[in-house]
């Protein structure tokens, strides 16, 4: 399993990003998908989930704001994050919830939100 997240980058408040994570080695159509990010001072935390349904779960501190979705045919799931604050700055990762009995991370990717 793989998943190599990217499109992390420095943004002022109140704009936007979009991540992409391209997901290897399983059957990705199958899988729930999900985000986390770390952000400075707290534990990892969920920022939103895709099943293999469609439906989509979100964090309270991002609903309203950033999209989760993914393309099965790509193997990629994306977050798109609008109206950015100075406290989502963080480490963004993408995760493989469950496969075979335990779950996979992607390296990373950094996003930084200037005020």
């Known amino acids: 399993v793989q998943l190599q997240a990217f499109g992390g980058g420095l943004v002022q408040a109140g704009g936007s990003l979009r991540l992409s994570c391209k997901a290897s080695g399983f059957n990705f159509s199958l899988n729930t998908m999900a985000w986390y990010r770390q952000t400075p001072g707290k534990l990892r935390e969920l920022v939103a989930s895709?099943?293999?349904?469609?439906?989509?779960d979100y964090g309270s501190l991002v609903k309203g704001r950033f999209t989760i979705s993914r393309d099965n045919a790509r193997r990629m799931v994306y977050l798109q994050m609008n109206s950015l604050k100075p406290e989502d700055t963080g480490v963004y990762f993408c995760h493989l919830p469950a496969f075979r009995g335990r779950s996979y991370w992607g390296q990373g990717t950094l996003v930084t939100v200037s005020s």
């Open positions: 895709i099943a293999s349904s469609g439906s989509t």
